[in-house]
């Protein structure tokens, strides 16, 4: 079992808002996307680290089947987890979310300001946002099978 981090560290000097008091943005939210607005844009790309960097340094040091992967997460890892599999569900044998934010794009407490500051706008976001991606795709999306524990105010 691998638990990253997912957001960068020691990139105070060429993303200095990285560590500010917002706790929704920067250091404590990586938010699982490929950030395209600067300063963001040269670290935060959580999505191609969680789905391809991480995968690739895991597979060269460490003897792992790779048939045999599957992705979990809570709150917005749980979003994470869900974005990751319903794009690429042959990578994956099995996916689980706990208290996933399923709409980040609509989640004013934790994600539309950081949406906002990464991508432009929480709209720009629905790429990264698992019930945009299910409304966009409907019956077409496969998943591969997986478990979804939310609570009465998820």
Not at 127 to 148: C, F, V
Request: proline share 7%; charged share 20%; glycine share 10%.
């Amino acid at each position: 079992m691998i638990f990253p981090d997912t957001s960068p560290r020691g990139i105070d000097e060429t993303c200095p808002e990285a560590g500010n008091d917002d706790w929704t943005i920067g250091y404590s939210a990586g938010h699982y996307c490929n950030a395209t607005q600067a300063p963001w844009n040269k670290h935060f790309n959580m999505y191609s680290y969680i789905t391809e960097e991480l995968p690739n340094l895991v597979e060269k040091y460490f003897h792992v089947d790779t048939e045999k992967r599957s992705i979990m997460g809570f709150s917005m890892g749980g979003n994470g987890a869900l974005i990751a599999a319903a794009k690429n569900p042959e990578r994956y044998q099995s996916v689980t979310a706990i208290a996933p934010i399923g709409k980040p794009t609509e989640c004013e407490i934790f994600c539309t300001k950081a949406l906002t500051k990464y991508l432009g706008s929480p709209e720009a976001g629905a790429e990264y946002s698992i019930s945009d991606i299910l409304n966009a795709k409907g019956t077409s999306l496969k998943l591969p099978p997986g478990y979804i524990d939310v609570g009465a105010r998820d």
